[in-house]
């Protein structure tokens, strides 16, 4: 997945630190962020993509934030007005949005991009109290955001949702979102309600969108997912009764089940938790089959 990109190392913790001539910046305009592209390979549908070095913008930089540091090189968000964007642009830099970067090599540039887009947007709408509207400050040991007046603490924001895969036999349930960027087939998802466990939020998004009762859920993975400011929880559930699909057509364009022999593993890039379970399922159902 997105975030496994061992051997590289991430380190997320803050640090009250300063840039340095390799650190790398990473600029931002309105969500969307400033990359150098370097190559396309046509062949797997991938861009390689490279950030800035301090030493070469820092004439371009009036303030920053530290992010976070991977493989020890130090990551440094700069927010940046409209009437600058023009000028990034003639040094090189392209503004992309969250989802390019899920199309983008190095894979531990990909994951940083993302965890930063994630950052950036926390940072931006928090600018204010949301108690007494005076602005808010940067604490200096944690990543934390104070009011200067009230002492209102604010956290980053970290929506816990849940990916359903629900199988019957040899079959699993697969959907495509209505009116999303993304297009290809996902999983039954949503959001974790107050006051409910995650093995309740499996059972209400499932009656939600599919209208299908489940039982034996079983925990899979989880998965930080900075598209959408998620931490993800990856569950394996059985059907339970009738398989009649009703279909939420606010949510969802397409709802079906779908013979997991007919899916070719190889065929599915695990850059996310959603394709990380349907492979994981395609193979055990082969297998299993291979054992009888």
Request: charged letters at 30%.
């Amino acid at each position: 997945m997105i975030q496994d990109i061992e051997p590289h190392n991430f380190n997320n913790q803050y640090l009250d630190a300063t840039p340095e001539d390799d650190s790398l910046i990473l600029f931002f305009n309105n969500n969307h962020l400033a990359i150098y592209e370097q190559t396309v390979d046509e062949s797997i549908n991938k861009i390689e993509i490279k950030f800035p070095h301090y030493k070469k913008v820092k004439d371009h930089i009036c303030s920053y934030t530290y992010l976070f540091a991977l493989d020890g090189v130090s990551f440094f968000r700069v927010y940046v007005e409209d009437d600058q964007v023009d000028e990034l642009k003639d040094l090189g830099l392209k503004f992309k949005k969250r989802h390019y970067f899920r199309n983008t090599l190095p894979k531990e540039y990909a994951f940083a991009s993302l965890t930063a887009l994630h950052l950036n947007g926390w940072y931006e709408i928090n600018r204010f109290c949301g108690k007494c509207g005076c602005e808010m400050l940067h604490d200096s040991k944690l990543r934390m955001l104070k009011c200067k007046k009230c002492g209102n603490e604010v956290f980053p924001k970290i929506a816990p949702a849940v990916i359903v895969a629900i199988v019957d036999k040899n079959r699993i349930l697969l959907t495509k979102y209505r009116g999303r960027e993304y297009k290809n087939y996902a999983l039954v998802a949503g959001f974790n309600e107050i006051g409910e466990s995650l093995e309740e939020t499996v059972k209400r998004e499932v009656m939600e969108e599919v209208g299908l009762k489940v039982k034996n859920i079983q925990y899979y993975k989880s998965q930080p997912w900075g598209l959408a400011d998620n931490i993800l929880a990856g569950f394996i559930c059985e059907l339970d009764g009738t398989d009649k699909i009703l279909k939420d057509e606010l949510e969802l364009s397409v709802a079906m089940w779908v013979d997991m022999d007919k899916i070719n593993p190889d065929e599915l890039e695990t850059i996310s938790l959603t394709m990380d379970m349907i492979k994981h399922l395609v193979l055990a159902n082969s297998a299993s089959k291979m054992t009888k």
